[in-house]
Nanobody, 124 residues
Framework: QVQLAESGGGLVQAGDSLRLSCAAS????????MGWFRQAPGKEREFVAT????????YYDDSVKGRFTISRDNAKNTVSLGMNMLKPEDTAVYYC?????????????????WGQGTQVTVSS
């Protein structure tokens, strides 16, 4: 089992930057592929980004490519999501997730562990 806890959400203006962090505990963190998802009101949870176990490979949804950066620190058991040039449509609850699976997994069902989420609100 892996326990995940997100932090860093808040209310910002369009064009601002924000950095989310996720602290992991339990199973060896470096053995788990990590990802970020988000869920806006009335919408399904959607994929944002994923990072390989070593941190050497990342993959992003087209909607955030070039603006968001996922990274991890296996020594500190943390994964982060740097968000630049934020838009009102980025408003959502952001979830940190982990999976024992392999590949650039983008489906909610592919992830085994979830945090409680952190709210990000971008005003126009």
């Amino acid at each position: 089992q892996v326990q995940l806890a997100e932090s860093g959400g808040g209310l910002v203006q369009a064009g601002d930057s924000l950095r989310l962090s996720c602290a992991a505990s339990g199973r060896t963190f470096s053995s788990v592929r990590m990802g970020w998802f988000r869920q806006a009101p009335g919408k399904e949870r959607e994929f944002v980004a994923t990072i390989s176990r070593s941190g050497g490979s990342t993959y992003y949804d087209d909607s955030v490519k070039g603006r968001f950066t996922i990274s991890r620190d296996n020594a500190k058991n943390t994964v982060s999501l740097g968000m630049n040039m934020l838009k009102p449509e980025d408003t959502a609850v952001y979830y940190c997730a982990g999976t024992q699976g392999y590949g650039t997994l983008q489906a909610v069902k592919d992830y085994d562990y979830w945090g409680q989420g952190t709210q990000v609100t971008v005003s126009s």
